[in-house]
């Protein structure tokens, strides 16, 4: 036996912290610097350093742990680069309510303090996702790892900010912008999240300043009547006859008095409301448009914290929704109120804290897009970057072609600060790669830099290539720039991909990766979004302490399909953790057949595998294992994850422990002879070794453990080869399943028929073919080994046995009928009665599923995974009752 044994059971937390520690400690996933290997490469997409692992990180972060430990091992100089994001806003939160907690606000403590107690708290409690990402296995190069607040990355965004803005693509103007009152902070249009709700739809009269034509007001139809304080035109459509007339005339503002004119616009609907509609430019983004095209005054009436202000007459200090009453109940005193209607309507909320944002016009600073938007969309439609999967582009390609100007300032402290001095004598304003000492327009040292900082995702959008050292040369950008691929979720194809493009682009003259795999959506069992009020979240933390993170690992690997959401239960954890159960019981069976012999002979060189000395069950195996090699690679590297992961199960579970450790039983028990011993040793050893290289990128822990027991291994699977495949034997491998048809034949039929286990039979095998019949003979041993077979005749023909069932192996030329005696062993009679009453309870409740699933009224109103419960059950008894029926079929016949 091997002096290198395993444990009964695998117990994951006694390995997989060593194993973690080991890869960092001795630098595997660190590339080399002049290696002349093919390089690929990655860039992790930098969790927030507010961030703990969820499924959607457990997920991303497993799939490119496979393309890196899988590329590595097949030859290539990989780097997957890690890093975290600052998370402007959310990391701010964290802070200002520990700040809460004291009893003080950023205010109290200064600016200058507060980014230090940023910085503290960010070396305290900000390496927690990395912590996690280490412990799930990510092989990240983490002498890399990159913050996108360190030096490195905030010199890159100054070049940035400062080449964009000279080459006029950065500019600062008064906008109507996405405003967050509790957040205080601008924000861009990605990051406000709508939500369909019940409102209002309030139709209010304003007077006309002269009636005409027999009319004295215009009607208005709104959704927020607490702007009209801010009104500054009622529009109509000039092609509508009712208003046309009134064109050019003025209305007199309720509660503030104000005479506004009535215009023509082409925006203006027709059939929305009553026709007319209120403009105002400083509180909508339609309306602000509209006072562009007009010329018309943008008169703002709420705060910061969206509270009416001195511009809303009497209704100052009052909180908008307060004012919202106020206006309403004062316009039906006043009679101006026409009727209220429900209306449906998308509320934008705050990404961050779910307040409603109010639109507001603003000094901000944006990035003119389309300029950087035009490059990028050819980017994807010459090829230079592919989507997978392609149907993804159509998302990328509507957002491009209807960009919008970018707003990247925000009103808060942490974050890169706009590199923007202002000058408090001329009004100029400098913009520098360094900090300035004077005005660059008149002189003058009286400037103070701009308050703002920059939006988190401008520096993310230079991610590709400042974490390689732009703007220096540096020899990382040489040899890792272009990426190989980015792997992310398709909810940040706007705020990321796209934005990486066009800097790449811009910047580098080079797309910043040559292909964006986009993966599914994580849903619990029912096919439902995760949150925590359903009360459905899976926490990856806890499924990886409780199934083993190789389970959890392959788990998400197998369930990975293109296009399709992940149904995620924990049960299927659970089944994985049986695979790795079964992967951990083969190993420790290969080792406890591996005698001081066998060591002898590898000492001499003579236990190695010699596929000139391969009998039937080897060379079967040894097929299986090279299409197993070619299928995962071709698998992996086009992102069919869940297929290389079935490949795998199916080798393991299916392949080699169903069938080749069976067959080459009695060779490892040494009743072939020493020679055939020691064979069958060398190429069990052999397919072990390899297997667990094919499935270290997707379980590392477990195959490391078993890889550092097996002979003739040192260091770690992640510093090896890749299997490569060997000598093919097609013809001989297809002999092997002619053999296991009739093993599987006669096994069903002592399934079906009951036949105790432990009880040997005859078979007769017949066959037209000699070939096969030449076949069946060299494996009559595998026959009756693992069929439990005693007496086993094979010809050409013959006279069916008495009390025999019958069955049909293969198909075709290589078709043989199989019969099997059961006198003696089976009481028909009481056989024929058993599956007939199992065959009656199997049609009796499927005839009833049959009748609930063709009833429409069921199939509407049940929930969907009751009806897809009932459907699979169904399907269940059909096999159940083809089963049972052909049972019957051989009892009789």
């Not at 008095?257 to 983004?285: L, W, Y």
């Not at 706007?494 to 795999?517: H, I, Q, S, T």
């Amino acid at each position: 036996m091997s002096e290198k044994t395993l444990e009964k059971t695998y117990e994951p937390g006694s390995v997989e912290g060593r194993w973690a520690d080991y890869w960092i400690k001795e630098k595997l996933a660190t590339p080399g610097e002049r290696s002349e290997k093919p390089s690929f490469s990655m860039v992790i997409p930098p969790p927030n350093i507010t961030g703990a692992l969820h499924l959607g990180h457990a997920l991303n972060s497993t799939l490119q742990d496979i393309l890196a430990r899988s590329r590595r091992m097949r030859g290539f100089n990989v780097l997957w680069l890690p890093g975290i994001d600052h998370a402007g806003i959310a990391t701010q939160n964290v802070v200002e309510k520990q700040l809460a907690a004291e009893g003080l606000d950023r205010h109290k403590v200064g600016r200058e303090a507060f980014i230090e107690r940023v910085w503290k708290w960010k070396n305290e409690s900000g390496g927690t996702i990395i912590n996690q990402l280490k412990r799930l296995g990510a092989s990240c190069d983490w002498t890399r790892l990159r913050f996108t607040m360190d030096e490195g990355l905030s010199r890159a965004v100054r070049e940035v900010f400062t080449s964009l803005y000279k080459e006029g693509l950065i500019y600062r103007g008064d906008y109507i912008i996405n405003w967050c009152p509790r957040c205080h902070t601008a924000l861009s249009d990605l990051e406000v999240e709508f939500n369909e709700t019940e409102g209002s739809l309030w139709y209010m009269r304003y007077p006309l300043v002269k009636p005409a034509g027999g009319i004295e007001y215009l009607t208005v139809a709104t959704t927020r009547p607490e702007t009209m304080l801010g009104d500054t035109a009622v529009a109509v459509n000039p092609e509508d006859g009712r208003y046309k007339a009134l064109i050019g005339k003025k209305v007199r503002l309720p509660f503030v008095e104000r005479e506004i004119p009535v215009i023509g616009d082409d925006s203006v609907s027709i059939e929305f409301g009553t026709g007319a509609v209120k403009i105002t430019p400083a509180h909508d983004f339609n309306d602000f448009e509209v006072g562009r095209r007009h010329k018309l005054q943008s008169i703002k009436v709420m705060d910061e914290s969206a509270r009416m202000n001195e511009n809303a007459g009497p209704f100052k200090g009052m909180d908008r929704y307060e004012a919202r009453k106020k206006v309403v109940s004062g316009l039906e005193e006043k009679g101006l109120l026409e009727k209220t209607e429900k209306h449906k309507l998308m509320l934008g909320g705050c990404y961050r804290c779910s307040t409603i944002v109010e639109p507001t016009l603003s000094k901000q600073w944006f990035v003119k897009v389309a300029p950087l938007a035009g490059p990028a969309i050819e980017a994807v439609e010459d090829g230079r970057i592919k989507f997978v999967p392609k149907n993804w582009e159509n998302l990328y390609f509507d957002w491009m072609r209807n960009i919008r100007d970018w707003c990247i300032s925000r009103q808060i402290w942490w974050g890169h600060r706009i590199p923007a001095w202002h000058c408090r004598d001329c009004g100029g304003v400098t913009v520098s790669t360094i900090d300035p000492d004077k005005c660059e327009s008149c002189g003058c040292k009286n400037i103070e830099q701009d308050p703002d900082v920059l939006d988190t995702w401008f520096s993310s959008a230079l991610w590709p290539f400042s974490t390689l050292g732009w703007p220096e040369k540096t020899g990382d950008l040489k040899a890792f720039y272009p990426t190989s691929v980015l792997s992310t979720s398709f909810d940040i194809i706007f705020f990321w991909v796209a934005r990486m493009a066009m800097m790449g682009l811009k910047f580098m003259k080079d797309v910043p990766f040559r292909e964006v795999y986009i993966h599914a959506l994580i849903r619990d069992a029912k096919g439902q979004k995760m949150s925590k009020s359903k009360g459905n979240v899976i926490d990856p933390l806890v499924m990886m302490e409780q199934y083993g993170t190789d389970a959890f690992r392959f788990t998400l690997a197998v369930l990975a399909a293109q296009g399709r959401d992940i149904k995620l239960a924990e049960d299927r954890i659970a089944g994985y953790r049986n695979f790795c159960n079964k992967i951990w019981n083969v190993a420790r069976f290969t080792l406890m057949n591996l005698d001081e012999t066998f060591f002898e002979a590898m000492a001499s060189g003579r236990a190695r595998v010699d596929e000139s000395r391969f009998n039937m069950a080897d060379k079967w195996i040894w097929e299986r294992r090279n299409a197993c090699i070619r299928e995962v690679i071709e698998a992996i590297d086009t992102y069919r994850f869940d297929e290389a992961a079935r490949v795998l199960y199916r080798f393991v579970w299916h392949e080699l422990c169903d069938w080749y450790v069976e067959l080459v039983k009695l060779d490892l028990r040494g009743e072939s002879g020493a020679e055939r011993k020691l064979d069958a040793q060398s190429t069990l050893a052999t397919v072990m070794m390899d297997t667990m290289k094919l499935l270290h990128p997707f379980m590392p822990f477990i195959t490391e453990e078993i890889a550092e027991k097996l002979p003739g291994h040192a260091g770690s699977l992640m510093a090896g080869d890749f299997p490569k495949e060997g000598r093919a034997f097609p013809d001989e491998a297809a002999r092997m399943e002619d053999v296991m048809d009739v093993i599987r034949a006669v096994r069903n039929i002592r399934t079906d028929m009951n036949v105790p286990p432990s009880a040997m039979a005859d078979c007769f095998c017949f066959a037209d073919d000699p070939g096969l019949r030449e076949t069946l003979s060299e494996g009559a041993e595998y026959i009756k080994l693992l069929a439990r077979v005693k007496g086993l005749v094979i010809a050409e023909k013959g006279e069916r046995p008495g009390d025999s069932v019958s069955a049909v192996a293969g198909a075709g030329q290589k078709k043989a009928e199989v019969f099997v005696p059961l006198g003696g062993l089976v009481d028909f009679e009481v056989e024929e009665k058993r599956i007939t009453k199992e065959l009656s309870k199997a049609e009796g409740e499927a005839s009833g599923l049959m009748k609930m699933l063709g009833n429409e009224e069921f199939t509407k109103k049940a929930p969907p995974e009751v009806v897809e419960k009932d459907r699979a059950r169904l399907e269940v008894l059909e096999e159940k009752t083809g089963k049972l029926k052909a049972g019957l079929e051989r009892i009789r016949t």
